[in-house]
C-alpha cells in the first residue's frame, strides 16, 4: 500500500463555503483519475464555529484518513493556528494575502484581485489548489459548467474568466508545491459519499417507502431518498417523531413495501419499542443506524462507533436480528442491498451500522453494476390463500410464509402480544415456547449466511489488528506501515457483527501470538462480543472516542510504534 | 350486502355490559352494509381494551402499540391504497400515549377511519384518568380527583380543520352505524369519537349518564361550517351533541402520489434502468 499521496485540508468557519471548494475539488480530483478520500469536520453550528473538508488524494490505495497535512487551505485565520502543528514539512498554507500565515510556507492570493465579487472566491481558491496540484484546467472547466449550468450563462461565464485568472496566477507560484505524480486510476467514476451509496443501495434493492425524523448523520440517507423519489416513484415522509417513524416503518412493511427507516442515536434510542415489535411481529424491515458520539445528544456532528451494543440489544425481549457495518462506500452500497434481501427473508429486523466518518466520507467507486447483482427476496403477492392462512405457522427454519393483506382470501393477522399460529393473542405456556423457538430459529438460518470478516496481510501473521466497520481503513494502513517496518501483521476485519460465525474467523485469531483490538468507543464493544461468543480476549485494544475518526498515526501512536 | 357471518364470531375477553360489544357490533353492521369484503379491510389497532378489536372479527388485522396505531394506519394506506384502513383504540392510546400522532394525522389525511372508543379512562390497566377523563373525577391513581382539565378531541380536530370528526355512542347502535358509514366512505382521515362505557372503571361516565345526554344532531345541521362545529364541540355537560360535527374535504396525502393510482407499492417493479441514470449523475 505505497501510496504517493497529499492531503489537503481546506479550514474555515461554517458558511465560508469550503463545502462547496472540497467537492468540486474531490470531483476534479476524481475525474482526473486519481483516489480521493474525504473526512468532514464540522461543528454543529450553521454559522461560525471550525470545520474542515480534508481530501486525501492521490495514486494507489487510498482507504485511510492521515493528520499530517500537504496543503493547507485557510479560509480564516483560525485554520493556520490551529493546525500548523499538523503541517508536514514540505506543506504549504494557502491563504488570502490579508491574512498572516504564522511562519508556514504560503501561497498569499490576492482574492480581492482575482474574484470580482466575495461569492467567486470559491471557484478563485479551487483554481488555485488545482493548478499547484496540476489538474488539468479542461477538467475543472467541465466541473464549473456542470455545476452552474442551471443558474444561467453569465454566472457560468463569470465562474469560468475567475478560474482562468487564478490559474493564471497561480502559474507563478508553481514552484511552491511539487504537483501530483500523474493520475494512474481511471477517470469514470463516481463521486460519492457513504450515505449516497446506501439510498442508492436501498433504491437498487427496490425499496418503496422510507420514513424519517432528521437526526445528523442519518438526514443525508433520507435527503437523497426524497432526491430520487419521483423518478423511483417510492415515498419519503417525514415522520413527527423516531417513535412514528419505525411504526410507520411497520405498517408499511405488513403491507408489502420495502422500507428503510434511517436514524441516529438519540432517534434510535426512541425506536427501540418499535424494534422489539418488529421482533414479534416478523416484519422485514431494515434500519439504518449512523452513529455519532453520546450519551444523549453527545458531539452531534462528529464520529464514533459506540452504538453496536445498543443496535445489538435494542427491544425488549429476545428475538433474532442481523447487523451489517460496512467498511468502505462500497460497502455501503452492497450491505443495504443484502440487507433488504435478508430482511425479506428471515422475516427481522437488520441494521445498516455506519458513522458520521463514512457517513460523509467521499470516494471515487466504479458505477455500481447493477446487473450482476443477485435479486432480492420479493413478497409474496400472489392470490392463492384462503381463510384457514396462518401467518405464523411453525416451520423448520423458523420462517413462516408471510402473505399480504388484501392479495387473496387469506387474512393476514400481525401480532404484538404473543400469539398463536393464525395471529391471536395467547397465554399458552406451550405455544409461548414454540413461538418463542419458532422465531429463534431463524438465527440459525442468519448465522450459515454470516459474511465471514475479511483479511488483509500474510498468511501466518504473528500480530491482527480486529476492527469493524469503517475502522478498517485505518488499520489497513497502520498494519502496511508496521509491515515496512518487517513485522508480520494482518488485519481482520468484520463487516458483520451480529450474528457471528466463530468457525470463520477463529482458526486466525488462536493462531497469532498478538490480538489487537480496534474500535471507536471506549470500552471495547465489538471485543467483548467475540469474548462472549467465543471465549477468546483480545491481548490489547486501541480504542478512539474523541469524536475524530481513527488515523493510522493514531493507531500506530497508541501501539507504542513509530509511524513510518 | 355480505353477511354479517363472514366477519366471524370470536368469544373476547371484554367484560359483559362494554360498550365495546356495541362498537364492534357496529362495525360489523357497517362492513356488512358498505359491502366490504374482509380481505379488502386493513384494522390496525395500538393497545388496550378496545385495541383488542382485531382479535375479534375477521379482517387483516395489525395489532401494533399502545399509542402507535396511527402511524402504522396510515403507513398501511400508503403502501396498498387499495386497502380500506380503520384505526381502533382507546382514548387513552389515541390521545395519552399517541397524542402527537393524533395531531399529525389530522395534519397528514391519510385516508383512513379512526374508531377511538372514548370511555374516559383507562380499562386494561384498570382504572387510572385518562386524558378525557373529566375534571374532579376520583380515581386509585387519582384519589385528590383528577386536576387536570381534560382533553376535546373533537374540539382539538375541528380546530385542526381535520378532514371529517364525528362524534357517537355506543349505546345508539344504528346512529353509529351511520356514522360509522360516513366515515369510512369519507375521502380522508375521518375521526370517530366513540363514547363506550366502562362498566368496571368508571363510574361516573355510565350508560346511564351518556343515554341521558347524548342527542342526534338535527337534520339541518351544517357540518361545513366550522364556527357552528367549533361550538357544537364544546357542548359537553348536560347536553351532548352525537353525529357528523364537521366535514372538510380536503386532497389526502395518498392522492398526492399520482404512482399509488397504479396499485399496491409492493406490485411496482424496480426500475434499475432510470436508478443507472440517477448513478450516470455522480460520474
Ligand atoms: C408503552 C406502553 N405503556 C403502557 C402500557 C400499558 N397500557 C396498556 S393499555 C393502557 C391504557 C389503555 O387505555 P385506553 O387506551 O383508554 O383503552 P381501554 O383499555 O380503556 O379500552 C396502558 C397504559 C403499554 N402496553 N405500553
Ligand atoms: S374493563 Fe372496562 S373497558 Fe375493559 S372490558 Fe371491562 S368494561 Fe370494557
Not at chain 1, 381463510?387 to 402473505?403: I, L
Not at chain 1, 500506530?556 to 509511524?563: A, H, V
Not at chain 2, 360516513?182 to 368508571?202: E, M, T
Amino acid at each position: 500500500m505505497e501510496t504517493k499521496d497529499k492531503h489537503i485540508v481546506i479550514g474555515g468557519e461554517a458558511g465560508q463555503g469550503l463545502v462547496t471548494i472540497g467537492q468540486m475539488l474531490t470531483k476534479a480530483l476524481a475525474r482526473s483519475g486519481y483516489e480521493v478520500l474525504v473526512a468532514q469536520h464540522y461543528m454543529s453550528r450553521v454559522r461560525g464555529g471550525h470545520n474542515t473538508y480534508r481530501i486525501r488524494t492521490g495514486n494507489g490505495e487510498i482507504v485511510s484518513p492521515v493528520d499530517g497535512i500537504d496543503i493547507l487551505v485557510a479560509l480564516d485565520q483560525e485554520t493556520v493556528s490551529r493546525h500548523k502543528a499538523n503541517m508536514t514539512e514540505s506543506g504549504i498554507v494557502i491563504l488570502d494575502e490579508t491574512l498572516d500565515p504564522e511562519g508556514l510556507k504560503a501561497v498569499r492570493v490576492p482574492f480581492k484581485e482575482l474574484a470580482p465579487r466575495p461569492i467567486y472566491q470559491n471557484i478563485a481558491g479551487l483554481a488555485v489548489v488545482a493548478e499547484l496540484l496540476g489538474i488539468g484546467q479542461e477538467v475543472l472547466q467541465k466541473l464549473i459548467r456542470n455545476t452552474f449550468r442551471r443558474k444561467g450563462d453569465e454566472v457560468v461565464t463569470q465562474n469560468l474568466t475567475v478560474l482562468d485568472e487564478a490559474c493564471r496566477w497561480t502559474e507563478a507560484h508553481k514552484s511552491s508545491c511539487t504537483p501530483l505524480p500523474p493520475a494512474e486510476g481511471d477517470s469514470g467514476r463516481m463521486v460519492i459519499h457513504g450515505n449516497e451509496a446506501i439510498a442508492l443501495g436501498a433504491l437498487a434493492a427496490g425499496v418503496k417507502c422510507c420514513f424519517f425524523y432528521p437526526m445528523t448523520p442519518a438526514t443525508s440517507v433520507a435527503q437523497n431518498l426524497i432526491t430520487y423519489a419521483e423518478r423511483m416513484q417510492l415515498i419519503v415522509e417525514q415522520a413527527e417523531d423516531e417513535v412514528a417513524a419505525l411504526n410507520m416503518g411497520l405498517g408499511s412493511v405488513y403491507a408489502g413495501a420495502k422500507t428503510l427507516v434511517p436514524t441516529s442515536g438519540g432517534g434510535f434510542a426512541l425506536m427501540t419499542e418499535a424494534v422489539s415489535l418488529a421482533g414479534v411481529m416478523e416484519s422485514p424491515i431494515v434500519i439504518v443506524l449512523a452513529q455519532r458520539p453520546g450519551p444523549a445528544t453527545g458531539l452531534p456532528t462528529r464520529t464514533e462507533q459506540a452504538d453496536l451494543n445498543l443496535a445489538l440489544y435494542a427491544g425488549h425481549g429476545e428475538f433474532p436480528r442481523a447487523i451489517y457495518a460496512p467498511a468502505t462506500v462500497e460497502d455501503c452500497f452492497e450491505l443495504t442491498y443484502r440487507s433488504f434481501d435478508v430482511t425479506e427473508r428471515f422475516q427481522t429486523p437488520v441494521f445498516v451500522l455506519t458513522d458520521q466518518y463514512l457517513a460523509d466520507s467521499y470516494r471515487a467507486v466504479h458505477k455500481f453494476d447493477l446487473a450482476a447483482l443477485a435479486p432480492v427476496a420479493e413478497p409474496d403477492t400472489g392470490n392463492e390463500g384462503d381463510r384457514s392462512y396462518k401467518r405464523y405457522a411453525f416451520t423448520e427454519d423458523g420462517v413462516s410464509p408471510r402473505k399480504l393483506p388484501g392479495f387473496s382470501e387469506a387474512l393476514v393477522l400481525a401480532d404484538c402480544h404473543e400469539h398463536t399460529e393464525d395471529g391471536h393473542i395467547t397465554e399458552s405456556m406451550d405455544v409461548r415456547v414454540a413461538m418463542n423457538d419458532k422465531r429463534m430459529r431463524k438465527e440459525q438460518g442468519m448465522r450459515a449466511e454470516t459474511l465471514a470478516p475479511r483479511y488483509f496481510g500474510d498468511e501466518g501473521a504473528s500480530r491482527i489488528l480486529v476492527c469493524w466497520g469503517s475502522t478498517e481503513g485505518p488499520a489497513r494502513e497502520a498494519a502496511a506501515r508496521m509491515r515496512r517496518k518487517g513485522a508480520r501483521v494482518g488485519v481482520l476485519s468484520f463487516t458483520q457483527v451480529w450474528p457471528l460465525a466463530p468457525e470463520s474467523f477463529m482458526p486466525l485469531l488462536e493462531n497469532a501470538e498478538e490480538v489487537i483490538g480496534i474500535e471507536g468507543n471506549a470500552t471495547a464493544q465489538f471485543m467483548k462480543l467475540i469474548r462472549q461468543e467465543t471465549g477468546f480476549k483480545v491481548h490489547r485494544t486501541v480504542l478512539r472516542y474523541d469524536g475524530r475518526p481513527f488515523t493510522p498515526r493514531y493507531i500506530l501512536q497508541n501501539l507504542g510504534e513509530e509511524e513510518g | 350486502m355480505i353477511d354479517i357471518k363472514e366477519y366471524g364470531e370470536y368469544t373476547t375477553s371484554w367484560c359483559p355490559g362494554c360498550g365495546n360489544h356495541d362498537v364492534l357490533k357496529a362495525l360489523k353492521q357497517t362492513l356488512s352494509e358498505l359491502n366490504l369484503a374482509p380481505r379488502d379491510v386493513a384494522h390496525v389497532s395500538g393497545i388496550g381494551q378496545a385495541a383488542k378489536a382485531p382479535h375479534y372479527i375477521s379482517l387483516n388485522g395489525f395489532n401494533g402499540l399502545h399509542g402507535r396505531g396511527l402511524p402504522s394506519a396510515q403507513a398501511v394506506k400508503l403502501a396498498n391504497p387499495a386497502l380500506t384502513v380503520i384505526a381502533e383504540s382507546g382514548d387513552g392510546c389515541n390521545y395519552g400515549e399517541g397524542g402527537n400522532h393524533f395531531l399529525a394525522a389530522i395534519r397528514r389525511n391519510v385516508d383512513l377511519t379512526l374508531l377511538a372508543h372514548d370511555n374516559q379512562i383507562y380499562g386494561l390497566t384498570k382504572g387510572q384518568a385518562s386524558p378525557t377523563t373529566m375534571e374532579g373525577h376520583v380515581t386509585k391513581s387519582q384519589p385528590g380527583g383528577v386536576y387536570n382539565s381534560p382533553f376535546n378531541p373533537v374540539a382539538v380536530a375541528i380546530g385542526m380543520k381535520c378532514s371529517f370528526v364525528a362524534r357517537a355512542f355506543s349505546g345508539n347502535v344504528p346512529h353509529l352505524v351511520s356514522v360509522m358509514k360516513q366515515a369510512i366512505r369519507h375521502k380522508g382521515f375521518a375521526l370517530v369519537d366513540i363514547f363506550s362505557p366502562c362498566i368496571s372503571f368508571n363510574k361516573v361516565n355510565t350508560f346511564g349518564w351518556y343515554k341521558q345526554r347524548c342527542y342526534e344532531l338535527p337534520a339541518d345541521y351544517d357540518p361545513t361550517d366550522w364556527h357552528g362545529a367549533m361550538e357544537k364541540a364544546q357542548e359537553f355537560g348536560e347536553r351532548i351533541p352525537i353525529g357528523v360535527l364537521y366535514k372538510n374535504p380536503r386532497p389526502t396525502l395518498d392522492s398526492r402520489y399520482d404512482f399509488l393510482q397504479k396499485g399496491p407499492l409492493c406490485k411496482q417493479p424496480v426500475d434499475h434502468g432510470t436508478l443507472d441514470t440517477i448513478m450516470d449523475g455522480y460520474l
